[in-house]
């Protein structure tokens, strides 16, 4: 947003088929660990995640807002965030609105930075999923740099992803795809040292190099924040109207950061295979739904069990030779009871086992 500026075969009836019936196995090569997310289930934000820019001037953009810090523009509800924007007068404004970010709370570089999303579409709205470069207090716009995940204005069907940074000046590119906001969408980017790319529900749409600070791109080599607000009016999407409904809002269902996992290929520098099998899950506790990702370093036989606390198995996900690489599935817990179970990786001679809890 311009700122001027994601054992055992004997199965147990329910639990067996509704952990089997969502199993989704990803590619080997996208070798992602979750590092950093918020789902937004708790009863009010996360103050270790998330803190506010606030007031109104335009931001930059001519936007007619003024941010607050109010649950009436920001809150949690049935396990999402929601930003609303009311018009109302409120600090020499018409409008208000809210904008969260992570900025000295949570940065990163490099990764998969991704949000679920629903968006309104109305008459000068403009929700973004954004970040600026940590940087920012010391260089300036644009200077630090800027990722714009997802920007959407009015009632276009597209959505817009774009990088903005400094040479000679600030200087822009981005690609756009058509998209219907109105429903829940996952808004991503993938971003390395060569490139940064931009996709909507895993489909790529537009790619940035960055490799070697070509066109002066450095500072998208270095830490940024992630930025969720809900602007009113501006320079790109122009006022509402009398078409505008009001409140309009964002809905967040979450915000997750991967990192590239780090182990791939040890057993090569000398490592056992043991310290290369990998077995973790997020959420933890989860309810209803957690990612269970593991690793093998060679080619083994593979059995992923589901265990009670009894110590018998409630449903099993993989039994079969697999190749080296990393793997995710998702588990579903709708058809289970509350409590602890085991999740156990048997890769050749190496055993993991990981402890998940049910919360419902």
Known sequence: MNNVVGGFIGLLGLVATAASQSLNVSSPAQAWNLVWSDEFDSTSINGSNWTYDTGGGGWGNGELENYTNRAANASLQNGALLIVARKESYGGSSYTSARLKSQNL??????????????PAAQG????????????????????????????????PLVQGTMHWDYNGHVSSGGSTSCDVTQYHVYSIEWNSGAITWFVDGSQYWQGSIANNINGTDEFHAPFFIILNLAVGGSWPGNPDATTPFPDTVYVDYVRVYQLATNVGRDLQGQTPDQCVLLQNYPNPFNPTTTIRYGIPHRSAVKITLYNTLGQPAAEFVNGEMDPGYYELTLDGKGMSSGVYFCRLTAGENVRTRRLLLLK
């Open 125 to 156: 709205l403009w929700p973004a999923f954004w970040m600026l470069g940590s940087s920012i207090n010391q260089v300036g716009w644009p200077k630090c740099g800027e990722i714009d995940v997802m920007e959407h204005i009015n009632t276009v």
């Open 106 to 119: 949570r940065s990163f570089t490099y990764g998969r930075i991704e949000a679920r999303l629903r968006l």
